[in-house]
């Protein structure tokens, strides 16, 4: 497509797209997999996962959208136009908003919750009892802070309405001058954040006897799902890459930086709960964010201060998110009904204000309306999320293994001959058949849980 937006940068490239595969799993998902499936056992096989399963994919996605310069189903026709591969990337594109519709409540809830540590009120007791009764009334209060929050019917919609203003500026000033830019300065601002949390060292003992195939599976499935495969979002930022882009430097720089942050996640989270005796506490999901580490920000000095730069990094790693996905559906709607950006961009955000507040009043006064047993929230964060995802990460790797034009692969991985590589032999094979049999344990494992 003639004109096509590209990132201006090598450090802009990487920034946006390690941006879009940090997102608040990388906070909550793994140190909770990490603790209850062995610990330094566990990351190992973690690390393994990522260059069996996660790079190969990854590098799959970025071939299609390199190579093609488009979007999600632009790649598929431009590649098979007479067939139905599209489908593929229209299903990818409609998971990525479904996430986006849910996933910008709940940096709606993180907005709030930096608000709350700037103010103090997050800290004020809730009511005199929990003022006095130690770390059981600790653990009372903030389930209490959160759940008066959270079941609210206008105060996590206006912060949700927020996110999606902010969502929209940044994504109406394009690629360069939005994502690029906002990534280049908000990515060393969570890599900065980080560093001044991980000041505790992380015992690193590994227990192998941890390892069963249920912890093999866990570990598929976080190297899957901490990389935003599946969603269109690496087929979407690889089109804006240059042509001379090198994507399997790529592909493992970025997940490394990834995994990196996930560690530091570890380092931080492990030695602070266990620290002041919560590590038999929820360490997942919500639970941790908003109430376990709250209780540990409560007993530290400089409560407030804590408590700021860590929702402030997870506002970071929250935006980088939604933006991502955000872009997905921005992408199409350029690329497919030829409009210009700020119609795109207005097409696509305008929706959620609809969609987001529907997930968000589904946790209060629409809790009682059910899908399947899930609240409105529920129902689309587990079909997107468990089916949506694998489903089109396994027909990717089939498509580009078996179906693309002779050559394709080969031709983008090597920039048509002019780098060489002695992995394509290895790297076809996984996409081919490891790649698709190993999504589809962690699938039925989801099915199936």
């Known amino acids: 497509m003639a004109g096509k937006a590209q990132f201006g940068s090598k450090i802009g490239l990487i920034a946006a797209t390690v941006g879009s595969a940090v997102g608040l799993g990388n906070v909550w998902r793994f140190p909770a997999e990490t603790q209850s499936n062995g610990g330094a056992a566990f990351l190992l096989l973690y690390i393994a996962c990522v260059f069996l399963l996660g790079i190969p994919v990854m590098l799959a996605e970025f071939s299609l959208g390199r190579g093609k310069r488009s979007d999600a189903v632009g790649v598929f026709r431009k590649l098979s136009p007479h067939s139905g591969w599209w489908i593929v990337g229209a299903v990818a594109i409609l998971a990525s908003y479904l996430i986006l519709s849910f996933y910008m409540v709940v940096a709606g809830w993180t907005l709030e919750y930096l608000w709350q540590s700037v103010t103090g009120y997050l800290y004020e007791p809730i009511n005199a009892v929990a003022a006095n009764a130690g770390v059981e009334g600790l653990e009372q209060q903030f389930k209490l802070r959160m759940q ?48 001044i949390f991980s000041g505790v060292s992380l015992t690193f003992n590994p227990d192998f006897s941890k390892i069963t195939p249920s912890v093999v599976v866990n570990a ?90 860590f929702f402030l990094l997870l506002l970071v790693a929250a935006l980088t998110s939604t933006i991502s996905l955000a872009e997905v559906s921005i992408a199409f709607m350029q690329d497919r009904f030829k409009l210009h950006r700020t119609t795109a961009c207005i097409a696509v955000i305008a929706p959620l204000f609809v969609l987001s507040t529907l997930c968000s009043l589904s946790q209060g006064s629409l809790s009682d309306f059910r899908i399947a047993g899930f609240t409105l929230f529920d129902f689309l964060d587990n079909t997107a999320t468990n089916y949506m995802l694998p489903l089109v990460a396994i027909f990717t790797c089939i498509y580009l293994g078996w179906f693309a034009p002779k050559g394709y692969f080969y031709n983008e991985l090597t920039n048509h001959g002019s780098i060489s590589t002695r992995i394509y032999t290895t790297l076809l094979f996984v996409v081919r058949f490891v790649a698709p049999i190993l999504i589809a344990v962690i699938l039925f494992a989801k099915i199936f849980e």
Do not use: C, H
């Open 148 to 195: 008066e929050f959270i079941v609210q019917d206008s105060r996590p919609v206006i912060m949700t309405y927020i996110m999606l203003l902010i969502n929209a500026g940044i994504l109406m000033m394009g690629v360069q001058k939005g994502i690029e830019k906002m990534s280049n300065i908000l990515m060393p601002l969570l890599f900065l954040l980080l560093l």
């Open 220 to 309: 598929l499935g976080q190297a899957f799902f901490s990389l935003s495969l599946g969603m269109g979002i690496l087929i979407t930022y690889s089109s804006y890459f240059p042509k001379n882009t090198k994507l399997t430097r790529t592909a493992v720089t970025v997940s490394m930086l990834d995994l990196l942050v996930a560690i530091m996640m570890g380092v931080i989270i492990f030695p602070a709960v266990k620290s002041f005796g919560l590590d038999e506490g929820g360490l997942e999901g919500a639970t941790l964010v908003f109430v376990t580490l709250p209780e540990v920000f409560a007993q530290m000095p400089v409560t407030q201060l804590w408590s700021i730069l």
